[in-house]
């Protein structure tokens, strides 16, 4: 080989690799934006949307005029599970919930952990679908114990939801209303609980739905 064709070989070697660095690099950083992307936006324990991503869900279908209604739900006797067994055990009984309510068929569109023991879903479709899916998600969570890393559970717990029944119908007043109904159940111990139009949302609701 002439010392030109070396010369040149050796230059192109050094571009080919030159650009596989670079794309190894940009392969990494896509990667790492993607992993930040999921974070962002998805609880670290169950892996379900957040409430962020969930906000943004819901916004969009109230954007569409789609037909919708939002189910809350959180587990009874959490705290004193958490406390007596332990955190793992609680993560874990977390984890399993989400599983759970993850495999609701639709009108389910999403399932979400808000915060805590909270969970949340949005439906499409009319108030009956909306009422069909706040009874299937307690059926799902109530209707066998749930395996946790030390034994069997059996949970239940408090729902509420609502159905938007107007076209300027928000997130927030959508939370604070299936909310209302949420703390109803969990006044009665568990169930389901239906937001009704002549109640008048609790402070606690107006509280915890403010941003």
Not at 65 to 73: A, D, H, K
Not at 116 to 142: C, H, K, N, P, S
Not at 166 to 186: F, P, V
């Amino acid at each position: 080989m002439s010392s030109i064709l070396h010369t040149i070989a050796i230059a192109v070697g050094g571009i080919l690799a030159g650009l596989a660095l670079a794309g190894a690099q940009l392969w990494r950083q896509q990667q790492a934006l993607r992993a930040a992307r999921y974070e962002a936006t998805h609880d670290e324990i169950t892996g379900l949307p957040n409430r962020r991503l969930f906000l943004t869900r819901l916004r969009a279908a109230l954007a569409d005029n789609t037909p919708v209604g939002v189910v809350l739900l959180d587990l009874n006797r959490f705290k004193t599970i958490n406390d007596t067994l332990g955190h793992e055990v609680g993560n874990d009984l977390l984890d399993q919930v989400g599983r759970r309510l993850a495999s609701l068929p639709a009108p389910v569109r999403v399932a979400a952990r808000l915060s805590g023991d909270e969970f949340a879903l949005i439906v499409t479709g009319d108030r009956d679908d909306v009422a069909a899916a706040a009874e299937a998600a307690w059926q799902v969570i109530a209707s066998a114990p749930i395996r946790v890393v030390n034994g069997d559970l059996q949970v239940t717990a408090s729902v509420g939801y609502t159905h938007a029944h107007h076209l300027q119908a928000s997130t927030r007043q959508l939370l604070t209303q299936a909310d209302s109904a949420m703390y109803e159940a969990k006044r009665a111990s568990g169930g389901v609980r239906e937001y009704l139009t002549h109640r008048t949302p609790t402070a606690r609701s107006r509280d915890r739905h403010d941003h």
